[in-house]
């Protein structure tokens, strides 16, 4: 069997436009994250910081300030974990720790000034090219892809730990 047999099978076992499209998600998704390896690198961050980073950048355009407690909790980790993501992400100089300015007890995360600009480089390209590539379709294919990509979502976020070792729900 050839690896582009084993491939249009996938899991499935069998040729099917729906075997593509869950091919080219998968490849999609291998695809991304190469990229995400490649910009970690790039920035000198792990997955987790990259993440973490993100997450500041959007609160700080909101006009919103983190708070260390916050942040483990959208990023599903322990508060010791967080201890050490923040002393690496301000050793780094890509957050810093700020007063919060109503409650002496807690701190505030914030990117540092410029750290926008150099993602914004850093992935600015490429999410140039990507919005191109989704302009192009017209507002019927747009509504299609959206519609299965959310529906894909609510599959992959409905799998409970045991349904995913079993196969069953």
């Known amino acids: 069997m050839t690896m582009q047999a084993v491939k249009e099978g996938y899991w499935y076992g069998q040729e099917s436009p729906a075997v593509e499209v869950l091919n080219a998600l998968r490849d999609y998704r291998s695809a991304e994250a190469a990229m995400r390896r490649r910009t970690r690198t790039s ?8 993440l973490a980073l993100r997450y500041l ?3 700080e355009r909101e006009g919103r300030g983190v708070g260390p407690k916050e942040l483990a909790s959208r990023l599903g ?3 010791a974990s967080m201890t050490s993501l923040v002393d690496r ?4 100089g890509h957050v810093t720790r700020e007063p919060h300015p109503t ?3 807690a701190l505030l995360l ?3 000034p410029g750290i926008d600009r150099e993602v914004r480089q ?4 490429m999410h140039h090219q990507m919005l191109e590539v989704a302009a192009s379709l017209s507002r019927g294919e747009s509504m299609v892809v959206v519609d299965f990509l959310r529906r894909i979502r609510d599959v992959v976020d409905g799998i409970e730990s045991n349904d995913a070792r ?3 729900n």
């Open 122 to 125: 850093t992935l600015g390209g």
């Open 43 to 50: 920035m000198g961050m792990g997955e987790t910081d990259l």
């Open 89 to 92: 992400m301000v050793k780094s």
């Open 57 to 59: 950048l959007e609160c």
């Open 103 to 105: 409650d002496r007890r």
């Open 77 to 79: 980790i322990t508060s």
């Open 110 to 112: 914030r990117p540092t």
């Open 166 to 168: 079993t196969g069953h």
